[in-house]
């Protein structure tokens, strides 16, 4: 027990500075690889060469998330600069006046969409001001925008949690086991896409109903569920809209487009339908008068007045860019030879520093690149954007991506100097990774699918980001799985999905959440409402998982 514990001391070491003094997760990581290499290199034994090695290893890796999250980033940027987001913001305010409706179409199914595009806490950021724009209490835009960024945090940023997360485990001994069961590297991580994707999509069908639940219970004049259950056919209808699609994408696609492709075709399904009246109660439901609102429902910014705004660019334009990433992404995933000519084109470096470590980076191939920075260059033209108003979008992109670039470079290396801790020493507990996922193992071994969406949970809450939780611990899961001898695809599955439900009280979202629609300081009433539907959501999948592992699919790796 005691190696355990010391094998964990970076990771509990991150949890105390995050949970529990508030440090960001740029100060927090690099001393906690500090820890690591202490650590591994004095107890375990760990050669510099190879201290030195995953370090590098892990700096590299986190550049390619790096480039896809700057892709992401740039493109929502361009957006917001040329104008676009303001007309793709007016598509929404004429469908219904019914607030639970405007809750689940924007709240669920563009909070989903954008996610797929952006992620990294833009969602919620771009709804919650929607929302108040219509007329919603400030304090409810930001709890509802939240729970509906869940189901799709998994694939945010086009697949990002599980590219630039999970695959961060994938060298060294794991990556041999996973080569020895049949998988490339990218089968194996479309299979946790897809072991992610269904008990996500079970919670999909009914996190609208939540939101929903949430909104008239403590927003409504009548503080009821009563007026949520009237519009529950709608709600399903929703859900049903996005995550079949979903489903659909993550088993033949593949991680990158279940939530933007998920929520551009729910968009197109359930918009026209509700202006048809499908499944729409026939009596309209409102808030009641402002004067009658709680004080702390309002802050600085005052609901209504969104529907004035004056609009440069058309809805067909404003979309344009939207549609020719999904276009892309799918050619570039699905056209044969158009995939093989992009993965041409890549650096490597085998054999780090004397390591068995590799790295490789597809510029082309990956999303970062094409399409998101090829289609930000291309919107300046499609917009008309000044060019110093499309210069500047592009350098604050870059500076905005600073604070992640140092969390994520010295988490990445951490994890990678525990994974190959065990690479080279005269320990028989293995690697730092291999002693807490044992220690683990032996603890709750019969139950660990429910315990792991938990997991996950926490590292989202602590770290703001599914994609440094699945980093932070997708090797410990892996390993639990492993000692536990229950499928390590689904287990990783469950860690993602879990990173997704923590999105929905992680501290770094709140406050974006919060600060957008003008309520700071009502944090923790956030947080304290939306852990309950977190809750859940990891103790439904968590069911899912253990049902899965012994009875559904009891033999997958």
């Not at 924007?106 to 108040?132: C, D, M, Q, R």
């Not at 507990?429 to 996950?456: C, E, K, L, R, Y």
Request: glycine share 10%; net charge negative.
């Amino acid at each position: 027990m005691f190696v355990a514990i010391l094998a964990a001391l970076p990771i509990l070491l991150t949890i105390i500075l995050m949970v529990f003094y508030d440090w960001p997760a740029q100060k927090v990581m690099p001393l906690a690889w500090l820890v690591a290499i202490v650590i591994a290199g004095g107890y375990w034994g760990m050669p510099g060469q190879w201290l030195a090695g995953a370090t590098i290893f892990g700096g590299l890796s986190a550049f390619n998330i790096l480039v896809i999250v700057f892709g992401a980033i740039v493109l929502m940027n361009t957006l917001k600069n040329s104008g676009a987001i303001k007309t793709i913001n007016k598509t929404f305010t004429d469908i219904s006046p019914d607030r639970r409706i405007q809750a689940v179409i924007i709240a669920y199914l563009f909070v989903s969409f954008i996610e797929g595009a952006a992620g990294f806490g833009t969602p919620a950021a771009l709804a919650g001001p929607l929302l108040v724009g219509l007329g919603f209490p400030p304090l409810a835009a930001a709890m509802v925008a939240l729970i509906g960024d869940s189901v799709s945090v998994s694939f945010g940023a086009v697949g990002t949690p599980i590219f630039g997360g999970v695959s961060s485990i994938l060298s060294g001994d794991i990556l041999a086991q996973v080569e020895a069961a049949g998988f490339t590297q990218s089968e194996f991580l479309d299979q946790v896409g897809l072991w992610s994707a269904l008990p996500h999509a079970i919670m999909g069908l009914a996190i609208p109903l939540i939101i929903v639940m949430v909104l008239t219970k403590l927003f409504g004049p009548e503080r009821s569920f009563k007026p949520a259950f009237e519009v529950a056919p709608f709600a399903i209808f929703a859900g049903l809209a996005f995550s079949v699609p979903y489903v659909a994408i993550a088993a033949f696609v593949g991680p990158e487009l279940p939530a933007l492709g998920a929520g551009l075709i729910s968009l197109a399904i359930v918009v026209p339908a509700t202006k048809a009246g499908f499944l729409v109660p026939e009596e309209t439901w409102d808030f009641a008068e402002q004067s009658d609102w709680d004080s702390d429902w309002i802050g600085d910014l005052k609901p209504g007045g969104g529907e004035d705004e004056e609009l440069t660019i058309s809805p067909l334009n404003a979309w344009m860019p939207y549609l020719l990433v999904s276009i892309i992404l799918v050619a570039t995933r699905v056209v044969g030879p158009l995939q093989s000519f992009l993965t041409s084109f890549s650096v490597s470096w085998e054999g780090i520093l004397g390591t068995n470590l590799s790295y490789s980076f597809d510029y082309l191939y990956l999303p970062g690149t094409i399409p998101f920075m090829l289609v930000a260059f291309l919107t300046i033209f499609m917009h008309q954007m000044d060019g110093d108003v499309a210069k500047k979008t592009w350098v604050d992109s870059l500076k905005q991506i600073i604070p992640a670039t140092i969390a994520l470079v010295f988490a990445v290396g951490m994890v990678q100097v525990m994974l190959n801790s065990g690479e080279v020493t005269i320990l028989e507990v293995g690697s730092m990774m291999d002693a807490m996922s044992t220690a683990a193992a032996n603890m709750f071994q019969g139950v660990w699918p429910i315990f792991a969406p938990f997991i996950g949970l926490l590292g989202a809450f602590m770290s703001g980001s599914n994609t440094v939780s699945n980093i932070l611990f997708s090797g410990f899961q892996y390993g639990v799985a492993d000692s536990v001898g229950v499928s390590r695809i689904v287990i990783l599955g469950l860690q993602v999905v879990g990173g997704a439900a923590g999105n929905m009280i992680c501290v770094h979202n709140v406050v974006a959440a919060c600060t957008t629609v003008g309520v700071l300081g009502q944090e923790g009433k956030v947080i304290r409402t939306n852990l309950v539907p977190a809750f859940v959501y990891a103790l439904v999948v968590g069911i899912i998982g253990a049902l899965s592992v012994s009875v559904f699919v009891p033999g997958l790796f």
